[in-house]
């Protein structure tokens, strides 16, 4: 008896965890080998769509072949969630700037672009966001064409309290408008 | 249990969606199109499939104290590695899906499935009712999702699953008489208990002439048997 519950307790403390662990590892093994086989296409499919909100930001036809430079981003500029800044050319000639953003509206992960021609903003793209569907998410379709062709210092996204979307509202104005100061000064400078 | 059966109950009489009302939750948040709503029927499907396949193939050697971790575990790589296949492949349709996608893993239809029959049956048998019961709650969420995009925009849009481009498409209601809450969340829930509702009319007119049947034929027996005295 006092031999049969030693085994028992050995198959409960070893052999159950082991065999869990060995499950696991063929898990991480399967895992592994798909990330592999996927990870290439994928990160080509984002930079796709990175490059063709690009061109939706500043309103260019999806065929043009566009060049991207890296521009710094300034230290307050990272604070409030911006990760990159281009500048962008076609044949050399600047077309416009565009930047990238990651903020948290009503949820966290609302991942943007935004675009500056002239004086002016240009366009807005959203890459990805966990905006409740009907609501914050139906709001963020309305954005771009709130802000393109509005003049930079002038008021953007206003009075978001009558439908009800104020906390993305507000976060996003902070950032595009954190984006718009520093084009502008980019631009004078 | 004949296989036939195995895989009709699947679809109609053990109805995921509208029967045991398990999944409600990506049912109702993926449903405002018709191709959303095909892809996360297809994600399901798929994950139903690999996942009761391989719990069955394995039950013998899993111990009876630590199946709930492994077939989670098993869940778990297979949702993620279909999430990982359709962000490669089908990378507008994953957008779309978002977090639904990943949140199959805790879809009660897959680990109901898994602990309830693949676990009891062999490999056979459980890929006939994973493939049943993914067809059902396929076929639920394309009733859900054309009814309310339908009735919500006018017409159905199809789109390619592969590239997200436009297909084909139609528009029967002209936008002025388009009943836009059908596309809200609030329009899914409502939809749904239509439907529920229907399915219940139906089966209960169904049970009803089955019985009038029944009760006719017993009155013959009885007429016949009193006749043959």
Same mark, same amino acid.
């Given at each position: 008896?006092?031999?049969?519950?030693?085994?028992?307790?050995?198959?409960?403390?070893?052999?159950?965890?082991?065999?869990?662990?060995?499950?696991?590892?063929?898990?991480?093994?399967?895992?592994?080998?798909?990330?592999?086989?996927?990870?290439?296409?994928?990160?080509?499919?984002?930079?796709?769509?990175?490059?063709?909100?690009?061109?939706?930001?500043?309103?260019?036809?999806?065929?043009?072949?566009?060049?991207?430079?890296?521009?710094?981003?300034?230290?307050?500029?990272?604070?409030?969630?911006?990760?990159?800044?281009?500048?962008?050319?076609?044949?050399?000639?600047?077309?416009?700037?565009?930047?990238?953003?990651?903020?948290?509206?009503?949820?966290?992960?609302?991942?943007?672009?935004?675009?500056?021609?002239?004086?002016?903003?240009?366009?807005?793209?959203?890459?990805?966001?966990?905006?409740?569907?009907?609501?914050?998410?139906?709001?963020?379709?309305?954005?771009?064409?709130?802000?393109?062709?509005?003049?930079?210092?002038?008021?953007?996204?206003?009075?978001?309290?009558?439908?009800?979307?104020?906390?993305?509202?507000?976060?996003?104005?902070?950032?595009?408008?954190?984006?718009?100061?520093?084009?502008?000064?980019?631009?004078?400078? | 249990?004949?296989?036939?059966?195995?895989?009709?109950?699947?679809?109609?009489?053990?109805?995921?969606?509208?029967?045991?009302?398990?999944?409600?939750?990506?049912?109702?948040?993926?449903?405002?199109?018709?191709?959303?709503?095909?892809?996360?029927?297809?994600?399901?499907?798929?994950?139903?499939?690999?996942?009761?396949?391989?719990?069955?193939?394995?039950?013998?050697?899993?111990?009876?104290?630590?199946?709930?971790?492994?077939? &989670?575990?098993?869940?778990? +790589?297979?949702?993620?590695?279909? #999430?990982?296949?359709?962000?490669?492949? !089908? *990378?507008? =349709?994953?957008?779309?899906?978002?977090?639904?996608?990943?949140?199959?893993?805790?879809?009660?239809?897959?680990?109901?499935?898994?602990?309830?029959?693949?676990?009891?049956?062999?490999?056979?048998?459980?890929?006939?009712?994973?493939?049943?019961?993914?067809?059902?709650?396929?076929?639920?969420?394309?009733?859900?999702?054309?009814?309310?995009?339908?009735?919500?925009?006018?017409?159905?849009?199809?789109?390619?699953?592969?590239?997200?481009?436009?297909?084909?498409?139609?528009?029967? &209601?002209?936008?002025?008489? +388009?009943?836009?809450?059908?596309? #809200?969340?609030?329009?899914?829930?409502? !939809? *749904?208990? =239509?439907?529920?509702?229907?399915?219940?009319?139906?089966?209960?007119?169904?049970?009803?002439?089955?019985?009038?049947?029944?009760?006719?034929?017993?009155?013959?027996?009885?007429?016949?048997?009193?006749?043959?005295?």
């Amino acid at each position: 008896m006092v031999a049969n519950m030693s085994k028992k307790k050995l198959n409960n403390f070893i052999l159950l965890p082991l065999f869990l662990g060995a499950v696991t590892l063929v898990a991480a093994g399967a895992l592994t080998g798909v990330h592999l086989l996927t990870k290439p296409k994928i990160e080509e499919n984002i930079k796709q769509k990175q490059l063709s909100g690009y061109k939706a930001v500043l309103d260019l036809a999806q065929s043009d072949v566009i060049d991207l430079k890296k521009e710094t981003v300034s230290d307050e500029l990272a604070g409030i969630g911006v990760t990159n800044k281009f500048s962008v050319t076609i044949d050399t000639t600047l077309v416009g700037v565009v930047y990238d953003a990651e903020i948290t509206g009503y949820n966290s992960g609302l991942i943007f672009q935004v675009g500056f021609k002239g004086t002016k903003y240009a366009g807005f793209n959203v890459i990805s966001s966990n905006e409740t569907p009907g609501y914050g998410a139906d709001y963020l379709e309305t954005v771009h064409e709130q802000i393109k062709g509005v003049e930079i210092g002038d008021p953007i996204l206003q009075d978001p309290s009558k439908t009800g979307k104020t906390i993305t509202a507000n976060a996003l104005r902070k950032a595009l408008e954190a984006c718009a100061t520093d084009y502008l000064e980019g631009r004078a400078g | 249990m004949k296989k036939r059966k195995i895989f009709i109950d699947g679809i109609f009489a053990n109805n995921a969606a509208f029967m045991l009302f398990l999944g409600i939750c990506p049912a109702l948040a993926t449903t405002s199109s018709f191709m959303s709503a095909l892809g996360m029927g297809i994600a399901v499907l798929a994950t139903l499939i690999l996942t009761n396949v391989v719990i069955s193939a394995i039950r013998r050697w899993v111990p009876n104290e630590i199946r709930i971790p492994v077939l &989670i575990v098993i869940i778990a +790589t297979t949702v993620t590695i279909i #999430e990982m296949l359709m962000q490669a492949y !089908m *990378f507008d =349709l994953s957008q779309t899906l978002g977090v639904y996608l990943s949140l199959i893993v805790v879809n009660c239809i897959i680990l109901g499935r898994a602990e309830a029959f693949a676990m009891k049956n062999n490999v056979l048998d459980s890929l006939i009712d994973a493939v049943g019961t993914g067809i059902g709650f396929m076929l639920g969420l394309l009733a859900l999702a054309f009814a309310r995009e339908f009735l919500g925009t006018g017409g159905i849009a199809f789109t390619s699953l592969l590239t997200g481009q436009p297909i084909w498409g139609f528009q029967i &209601i002209p936008d002025n008489y +388009t009943i836009g809450l059908f596309q #809200e969340s609030s329009g899914a829930f409502i !939809m *749904f208990g =239509l439907i529920v509702a229907l399915i219940n009319f139906v089966v209960a007119k169904i049970s009803e002439n089955k019985k009038k049947k029944e009760a006719a034929a017993k009155a013959a027996a009885k007429l016949a048997a009193e006749g043959g005295k």
